[in-house]
């Protein structure tokens, strides 16, 4: 399996569906990005953010802001929530009894994350874990590499996340690596997803909107001014 990137912009999104995503991760390693509009803004403001979202080995788009761009360039291509990503990576590489390895949240989150994915997922190994609040980053880097893991799910935030792999890739270029947002906190069960409906109708971002509002600032004015941009770039593609 070829991947298949489509642009928006000047930044690579494959264009796999959810199964086919999951495949190629589980057939190749390296760095997923799940990527949203934030971090296309950030990237066009942080060169090296950008460089690493570039050199990922697989960019899925997560979210609706994403794949609602991706319309107006003329590109059908589904949004994948990071969440069920992982997760679904998580349920593959535990059949093969695969090293699983965790850093991210906060240390009490982190800790029931891990028990509660113990419980649910039979015969996954988890060799590692860590809260992602710690000052060394080499450290971590250094405990993480000497377990070896084959699959590595880090939820710092963005952009810290994706650089954390970005590092880690280097010392363990055999690993399938993704950065998950948020995640830890609704595995562990401190934070719920959004109701279905929300999901299916993409106003996943509404629904935390609504009990996180101190997001506004992030989500306001970032995502219009994303589609916005989009928009322009749409009408310079007509152009050429
Ligand atoms: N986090 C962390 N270390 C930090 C900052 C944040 O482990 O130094 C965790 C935080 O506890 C939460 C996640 O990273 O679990 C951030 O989630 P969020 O959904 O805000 O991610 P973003 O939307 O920034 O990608």
Known sequence: MNRDLVKIQGFGVDSFDFD???????????QIVTINPEMISTALKM??????????NLVVPDGIGVEIGLKILGHNVKRIPGIELGKALIVKFSKD????????????VITLAVSNLKAEIPNINIVYSHDGYF??????????????????????????????????KAMIPNATMIGLGGSFDVWAGVVSRAPK??????????????KEPKRLKRVFPTLPLFVLNVCKERLFQAKC
């Open 135 to 168: 000052s060394d980053d080499k450290e971590i880097l250094a405990e993480v590499a000497a377990v070896n893991p084959d699959l590595v799910l880090v939820a710092l935030g963005s952009p810290k996340q994706e650089f954390f792999i970005n590092s880690l």
């Open 197 to 210: 409906i929300y999901q299916k109708l993409g106003l996943e971002w509404l629904y935390r909107l609504s």
């Open 47 to 56: 060169p090296d953010f950008a460089n690493v979202i570039s050199s990922a």
């Open 97 to 108: 009894n695969k090293k699983i390895a965790m850093i991210g949240a906060k240390p009490e």
């Open 20 to 30: 086919e995503a999951v495949n190629y991760a589980c057939t190749h390693s390296g």
